[in-house]
């Protein structure tokens, strides 16, 4: 199988940054894709950015004046930098990998909290 595990989450004061880190780990031949998402507390869980296989990436529009993402092969690690925070981008961050033969698998997310 595999395991996901994300880190880099906290309380941060709007305007500030964080830096959020996937690593994906274990039975991994090829991950067509890594994705990030977010959960605010009460709301459905939404999209916010992709990297796939080829090294295409894409950011949710409501973000991508703000939010950067990249992504590591030789480590199987994506990131997310998120720059400008505000109150809103309040949730928990959950990442998604898909390998190729085995399937989805996500991660237990970190906790994002934008407040003064």
């Known amino acids: 199988q595999v395991q996901v595990v994300e880190s880099g989450g906290g309380l941060v004061q709007p305007g500030g940054s964080l830096r959020l880190s996937c690593t994906a780990s274990?039975?991994?031949?090829?991950?067509?894709?890594m994705v990030w998402y977010r959960q605010a507390p009460g709301q459905q869980r939404e999209w916010v950015a992709t990297?796939?296989?080829?090294?295409?990436?894409n950011v949710a529009d409501s973000v991508k004046d703000r939010f950067t993402v990249s992504r590591d092969y030789s480590k199987n690690t994506l990131y997310l930098q998120m720059n400008n925070l505000k109150p809103e981008d309040t949730a928990v961050y959950y990442c998604n990998v898909h390998e190729r033969r085995l399937g989805e698998f996500w991660g237990q997310g970190t906790q994002v909290t934008v407040s003064s």
């Open positions: 990297v796939v296989s080829g090294g295409a990436r």
């Open positions: 274990g039975r991994i031949f090829t991950l067509n894709s």
